[in-house]
Nanobody, 124 residues
């Protein structure tokens, strides 16, 4: 089992920045591929960003590329999502996801473990 806890969400004005964190426990962190997804009100959950075990491989959704950066600190068992130039359409609950693998994954079905989510609200 892997337990994931997100933090760092909140209310920010358009153009601002936030950094989300996700702390993992329960399995060797370096064996985990990690991802961030989001779900707006009344919408389906969508892929945001993903990172492999070493941090050397990353993928981004087209809507977040160039504005968001995913990173991980294997000494702190934590994955981050640095969000900049935020837009109202980035408003959503953001979820951290993990799976025991060495690749980079963009599909929900690739992930076995999920956090409870943290809300990000971007005001215009």
């Amino acid at each position: 089992q892997v337990h994931l806890v997100e933090s760092g969400g909140g209310l920010v004005q358009a153009g601002g920045s936030l950094r989300l964190s996700c702390a993992a426990s329960g399995r060797s962190f370096v064996r985990l591929a990690l991802g961030w997804f989001r779900q707006g009100a009344g919408e389906e959950r969508e892929f945001v960003a993903a990172i492999n075990w070493s941090g050397g491989g990353t993928r981004y959704a087209d809507s977040t590329k160039g504005r968001f950066t995913i990173s991980r600190d294997n000494t702190k068992n934590t994955v981050y999502l640095q969000m900049s130039s935020l837009k109202p359409e980035d408003t959503a609950a953001y979820y951290c996801a993990a799976t025991v693998s060495y690749g980079v994954y963009i599909e929900e079905s690739d992930y076995a473990y999920w956090g409870q989510g943290t809300q990000v609200t971007v005001s215009s």
